[in-house]
């Protein structure tokens, strides 16, 4: 069967109240920007509680699911016939069309869910279900009802026109983007922080990424392995402006003038710095990390508290009581694990110590920073004016 219509169901953003339509507006945006890469011409406009997509002319079905797969605030993806309002016996007609086409094979069981968003229609929901059940029965003996464990379920919803269908495709759930406001990903080549942006995405966040690169220690191969990350995550939440922060030489000098066990912890604090520096110049309303309690050294409760010292925009970390199977889970889901995997390697594994403090303590971690007084803040300067700026689509 062709179909020249989708039903788009969404969740969450039913229960928003008045501020209903602000979600349901975004969802439509992001559907559409969702599409503009697919072949075809789609219309999409909102009707009560749901979202519906029309095409007219040809356009490729495979390509169209698969962009809406990937828009946060989509339960359900429903490939629907749409008939006009002719009367009930029009429409009966038309389901028992849409289930001979449908179905090859007609031995199973099946109910009908009626959904009446035309308050006008003189039959109630149930009475559209009950006669379109019967009517059913009549055209194909071989069906039978089972309204409590069905093999299929016709759904029939009564709008502007009739909507007919009986696959509901998943969608990714979560927030449109853009409803949340936006945040500065801290973006590495591991698997981690791909995976803590797709999530904060989903919760309708908007992203900015960093990523800190160290010449000629780190190669151009595990740059354009981050790239290629940002480019997975911006699947799912729209264009990203990759901050790309020449790390060398501070990190250099962290290694100098630092104890080896504590580097880790200092780096990661002037990471943190940096990223909350560019946060603040995009209008960004936190830092998000893909870090996880316990994971590494410098994921202890101790040493979060040390990286968190030096913000002063709070610091989201989506996977924090993850697994590390849970993110490998996730990251296979959203396609990066593959890519994190590639055998390049980012700033933060060249310069480790063989022996990190696990239980850092904020005041000695301070007292020490002051060894980098000489320099650290010309380093710092150094690094934002020369950042490279990639616009990741």
Not at 86 to 95: L, P, R
Not at 144 to 169: F, G, L, M, Q
Not at 190 to 197: L, R, T, Y
């Amino acid at each position: 069967m062709t179909y020249q219509a989708f039903l788009i169901k969404y969740s969450e953003i039913g229960v928003k109240g008045k501020n209903r339509y602000v979600f349901e507006d975004a969802l439509v945006r992001q559907i559409k920007r969702a599409l503009y890469e697919v072949d075809g011409n789609f219309i999409v406009k909102k009707q009560s509680g749901r979202i519906f997509i029309s095409v007219e002319g040809e356009y490729d079905y495979d390509e169209a699911v698969a962009a809406l797969q990937h828009v946060f605030g989509i339960s359900a993806i429903c490939p629907t016939v749409v008939v006009p309002d002719e009367g009930f016996d029009k429409m009966a007609e038309a389901v028992i069309k849409y289930v001979d086409e449908e179905f090859e094979d007609k031995n199973f069981s099946f109910k009908v869910m009626g959904r009446r968003a035309n308050k006008q229609y003189p039959m109630t929901s149930m009475e559209v279900a009950a006669e379109i059940g019967a009517r059913l029965l009549d055209a194909f003996p071989e069906m039978h009802v089972d309204v409590h464990k069905p093999d299929k379920i016709i759904y029939v919803e009564v709008r502007e026109n009739i909507a007919i269908y009986s696959t509901e495709i998943p969608g990714p759930c979560g927030m449109p983007v853009g409803t949340a406001g936006k945040a500065m990903l801290l973006l590495s080549g591991g698997i981690d922080s791909p995976v803590a942006g797709y999530m904060i995405a989903k919760r309708g966040v908007t992203l900015s990424a960093t990523y800190f690169h160290a010449p000629p220690y780190t190669s151009e191969q595990a740059k354009q392995k981050v790239v290629d990350l940002a480019k997975l995550v911006a699947k799912y939440s729209g264009p990203i402006d990759l901050h790309i922060v020449n790390f060398t030489d501070i990190q250099l000098y962290i290694y100098q003038q630092c104890a080896h066990e504590e580097l880790t912890i200092i780096m990661r604090r002037y990471m943190m710095r940096i990223a909350e520096h560019f946060a603040k110049e995009n209008d960004c309303l936190g830092l998000v990390t893909g870090e996880s309690i316990g994971q590494v050294a410098s994921q202890t409760m101790q040493s979060l508290n040390c990286t968190n010292a030096v913000c002063s925009l709070p610091v989201y970390r989506p996977l924090i009581a993850f697994d590390k199977q849970d993110i490998v889970d996730i990251s296979e889901k959203i396609d990066t694990y593959e890519t994190s995997i590639l055998p390049y390697e980012d700033c933060c594994t060249i310069f480790v110590a063989k022996h990190p403090v696990t239980k850092p303590k904020l005041e000695a971690i301070e007292k020490h920073e002051h060894n980098l007084d000489e320099k650290i803040d010309e380093l710092m300067k150094q690094a934002i004016e020369t950042v490279e700026i990639v616009k990741v689509r």
